[in-house]
């Protein structure tokens, strides 16, 4: 008969898997052993008595002798990855190689200004904690999801009309936030505070935002500068100049010093005004400057020495005991004014001076009139000339005829044509630098008419007026009391 032998399998590690086709074969015959892993295990290879026989879990073989067979299987090792996202979001730490069934914890830590949001493996989410333990039966490929934590940035103005801001809204932890205060017509931007403490005195102000914030922009009403001048130097005064609010009314004023005159406020070389006093709403910083002129001296006085006299000349007395003092008044004009008068007064300073203190620069034509001089000391003496009225004679033109009084003039001063003119007649009042003061239109003017000029906006001081129309033109001087 045949011999029978004996195919014996083993498992190593036992729990590793099973092992199957053992049994009774007789001599010759195909046996087939497979060996089949458990979960978690790998087939390594068949052995026998320690020496290698096959890798392949189904081995085939012809019988001819007793065998002993072992499947020998080894535990599944895998790999844990961790990542995060974004990159700067923070920390994931746990991954490496684990064995099949041992226990893995990975852990996410935000970086500062983020928070942790998951654990996510393809895209699907896995765990909310942070910390996330269990137990390694596969590859695992694991991503920390971190995301910024976002604050509030609130902005307010203070007043609330003194102007606008913008850059306010959320912000991520770590983020710049630039925010920008623009102020109003009439403010200035002053500061930025949080919680009342000055953060900033920019407008533009940029920082780290760690929090929610809630910063106050404080406007203030702006101040400016009015600054006056005198020009020529010691013609004059200008006041009321310095800081104001604005929309605050300001007053400059203007006046001029003995024998001079105002003329206009400029700025800038451009005029504002002829109004010495000026008024005007303060909206930005202002260079105001005062301009006057030396009034045209239109007489001259003589002492009885024939020594010109101004004010504060001292005349010498022959004699301590009073008498009459001779003074001549001359006109510097070719044309009179009616009820003009000239005054002044002088002061008897010891026994042989008297000093001139005060005289009224007036037109007037040649006069004399004796002054009273006294004994007593320290008294004041004071002679008044009074001058009918005269007209202009100049003839220019068609306009010869033509008549202005009176001159010097107040508010209001005549005009008086002989002859009739047609069409249209142009009036302009002028100063002697160019500037044009004043003009009206007439038409078709009679014979004998007398037109009256309003003055009242014309700045005291001394112009030209020129008549012009289809008969030609004239040229006539003008005093503004």
């Known amino acids: 008969s045949q011999n029978t032998y004996t195919v014996s399998v083993s498992n190593s590690p036992t729990s590793g898997g099973t092992a199957t086709g053992g049994g009774n074969y007789t001599h010759g015959s195909q046996a087939t052993i497979t060996a089949s892993p458990s979960a978690g295990y790998s087939f390594v290879n068949w052995t026998e008595g320690g020496s290698f026989v096959s890798t392949n879990p189904s081995y085939t073989f012809t019988v001819n002798s ?38 893995a914890t990975v852990s996410a830590n935000p970086s500062s200004g983020y928070s942790f949001v998951n654990w996510t493996e393809g895209g699907s989410f896995v765990s909310a904690n942070p910390s996330y333990t269990f137990t390694v039966t596969a590859d695992r490929t694991l991503v920390a999801n971190f995301s910024q934590i976002v604050y509030n940035v609130s902005i307010t103005s203070s007043p609330t009309s003194g102007g606008t801001t913008n850059g306010a809204g959320p912000y991520g932890s770590g983020s710049t936030a630039n925010i920008i205060a623009t102020p109003a017509t009439g403010y200035r931007f002053v500061n930025w505070t949080r919680n009342g403490t000055i953060v900033s005195t920019s407008a533009n102000y940029s920082f780290t935002v760690t929090g929610n914030t809630t910063l106050v922009a404080n406007f203030a009403i702006a101040s400016y500068t009015i600054t006056t001048s005198v020009n020529p130097a010691g013609t004059g005064t200008a006041s009321g100049g310095g800081s104001f609010n604005h929309g605050a009314s300001v007053t400059v004023r203007a006046t001029p010093a003995s024998g001079y005159q105002f003329t206009n406020w400029t700025e800038n070389g451009t005029e504002v005004s002829r109004t010495a006093n000026y008024v005007f709403t303060v909206t930005e910083n202002r260079n105001l400057r005062a301009n006057f002129s030396q009034i045209p001296r239109l007489l001259s006085l003589t002492g009885p020495s024939g020594t010109a006299l101004n004010n504060n000349d001292v005349l010498d007395l022959e004699n301590s005991d009073g008498g009459s003092l001779v003074i001549t008044v001359s006109a510097n004009a ?35 009139d004796p002054l009273h001089v006294t004994t007593a000391m320290g008294a004041q003496m004071r002679i008044i000339i009074r001058q009918r009225a005269r007209v202009s004679q100049i003839s220019l033109s068609g306009f010869g005829k033509t008549e202005l009084y009176p001159n010097p003039a107040g508010d209001k001063t005549l005009l008086r044509f002989a002859e009739e003119h047609k069409g249209k007649i142009r009036i302009s009042i002028m100063s002697f630098q160019g500037i044009l003061v004043k003009t009206e239109e007439y038409y078709d003017i009679q014979a004998d008419q007398t037109i009256e000029l309003d003055l009242a906006t014309v700045p005291s001081g001394q112009y030209l007026m020129l008549i012009s129309g289809e008969d030609g033109h004239k040229t006539l001087q003008l005093i503004k009391l």
Do not use: C
């Not at 007793?66 to 499947?71: C, E, G, L, V």
């Not at 020998?72 to 990855?81: A, G, I, K, P, T």
């Not at 004014?337 to 040649?366: G, P, Q």
């Open 334 to 368: 070719d044309w009179t004014v009616a009820e003009n008068s000239l005054w002044f007064s002088a002061v008897k300073e010891s026994d042989t001076r008297l000093r001139l203190n005060y005289m009224d620069n007036i037109s007037v034509v040649d006069k004399e």
């Open 66 to 103: 007793n065998r002993s067979f072992q499947a020998n299987y080894s535990l599944n090792s895998y790999r844990v990855s961790v990542s995060n996202s974004p990159t700067s979001g923070g920390t994931a730490t746990g991954g490496g190689d684990f064995t099949h069934g041992s226990q």
